[in-house]
């Protein structure tokens, strides 16, 4: 089976078809270094981690993902907490890829930052004065929109009616009122690097153009990111790329995430409903949060709540209990296929709820069958699925002693555990079986074996 994507300029899944098969070119929108990571910044992270993987087992993959080091967000946020530009940007960037590898996100290839890349920038621009795409005034550097025909494809808008409908108020230094800037002056508090125009600093559509012709090319693959770039950021991307490179396709496929929401509405840092991913773990473990992530089609809408994180727990609670004291040799993983299921719907535009489903069907399987050899097989197959999936990779035993609840909440299982044990040997059993009752109550399971009293969270 072939892979098929949704590609949102075309607005139809369409089988993929590389430039040149023997090295894929995949670039994403990375994060803008202002503040931690929030969930709704770990959804593309996550989505096209597992794109990834799955480009890997067919092509040799080159994938970039960028920071955006210089931004006026940045800018904003060092003033406020009196920091230097450097000390905001090192430390945010430092928690984003510690906050992303707990939620099994491998690196990148490339992981580029806009602050150096400033000197392609700055003849990307040069280009695009000579060949009269774009003008200077008052400083500033802008992309004059209207001399790009096409503009507005990617996020199926007309730029004449978004000149009748437009109700922005046109800067002094602009011919339209949707030209966009691709280099601003700095004052002396802000950034800034010399150029022809005087010292300033680049627009954020450009940072992404430039950092993706310098380290993929004219014409690339895939270009990946959240909904909500669509316009302006990648519709501007397409419009100075394609103009600087003679009219060359800019992405040969482009794919976007959807949003994540709260009761329904959209998860943002302007309203105050967001859920930072290090506050997350604190009381849920990575592949917890990965999972939750992969419960809806990545192209789909998913509503965040604690009870999309209490499914997805219980969910791994399920497929590491039917793991379970079975041994998987390294040379059966190594020689066990992807399950064909698995595959396909992965294949098929990402469809990860239809892979998990998949997965819990072999699960199934597992539980039923005696044989010991066949129970290696089927556990052998999730664990496989597990890798494309970025899933299943705890030790089981570590898994059920709850490294993925919260610290508090380990400690009061502990202790009553313990007021259990005590109560067992005073032989008041009425009193052991009640804190028993209470455990289970609170959704944990226990366990007497001859080494002791095992526990774990959730339904197994």
């Known amino acids: 089976m072939k892979l098929t994507l949704h590609d949102t300029m075309s607005g139809k899944k369409l089988e993929f078809q590389p430039l040149n098969a023997e090295k894929v070119t995949m670039y994403l929108c990375g994060p803008t270094v202002y503040n931690y990571a929030h969930i709704g910044n770990a959804r593309p992270a996550v989505v096209f981690d597992l794109l990834a993987r799955l480009l890997r087992q067919q092509y040799k993959l080159l994938f970039v993902r960028n920071i955006t080091d210089v931004d006026d967000k940045i800018n904003a946020a060092a003033i406020e907490s009196g920091q230097s530009i450097g000390e905001i940007t090192k430390k ?22 806009a602050t150096e890349h ?17 003008y200077e005034q008052d400083g500033h550097v802008l992309f004059e929109v209207s001399t790009y025909e096409d503009y507005g494809l990617l996020s199926k808008r007309n730029l004449t009616e978004m000149k009748l409908g437009s109700r922005i108020e046109i800067a002094s230094y602009k011919k339209s009122a949707h030209d966009f800037v691709l280099w601003k002056p700095s004052t002396p508090d802000f950034p800034g690097w010399d150029s022809p125009w005087g010292r300033g600093r680049p627009g954020w559509h450009l940072e ?7 380290h993929l090319g004219d014409t690339i693959d895939i270009h990946a990111g959240g909904q909500d770039l669509v316009f302006p950021h990648h519709e501007n991307e397409i419009a100075q790329s394609t103009c600087a490179h003679q009219g060359k396709v800019f992405s040969r496929y482009w794919l976007h ?18 859920s930072l991913v290090r506050d997350l773990l604190k009381d849920y473990s990575g592949e917890v949060i990965r999972l939750a992530l992969l419960t809806a089609h990545y192209r789909q809408p998913l509503e965040w709540s604690e009870e999309t994180l209490v499914g997805a727990k219980k969910m791994l609670d399920r497929i ?33 709820p239809m892979a998990i489903s998949e997965v819990f069907n072999l699960a199934k ?17 999730i664990l496989v699925a597990g890798r494309i999936l970025g899933l299943f990779e705890s030790d089981t035993n570590d898994w059920f002693q709850n490294k993925n609840t ?17 109560a067992r040997s005073n032989k008041d059993f009425i009193e052991a079986d009640q804190i028993r009752d209470k455990l289970f109550a609170k959704g944990v399971t226990i366990e007497d074996t001859p080494s002791g009293v095992r526990w774990h969270y959730g339904s197994n």
């Open 320 to 352: 590491y209990g039917s793991l379970r004291d079975i041994e998987v040799s390294t040379k059966k993983l190594n020689a066990t296929k992807v399950p064909s299921p698995v595959m396909s719907a992965l294949l098929n535009d990402l469809n990860t």
């Open 406 to 422: 919260s610290i508090l909440f380990k400690q009061e299982i502990e202790n009553l555990i313990v007021q259990r044990d005590l």
């Open 208 to 214: 992404c153009s430039a950092m993706i012709e310098k």
């Open 92 to 113: 945010f960037i430092k928690a984003y890829n510690i906050d992303m590898a707990a939620l099994g996100v491998g690196a990148p290839d490339i992981e580029p930052r």
């Open 257 to 274: 995430n959807g949003f994540l929401s709260i009761d329904n509405t959209k998860m943002s840092k302007s309203l105050g409903n967001v």
């Open 118 to 134: 400033i000197a392609e920038m700055i003849l990307m621009i040069k280009d695009l004065l000579k060949k009269g795409y774009a």
């Open 365 to 381: 399987e597992l539980n039923k069958t005696t044989d010991k050899n066949q129970k290696e097989a089927i556990a052998a197959e």
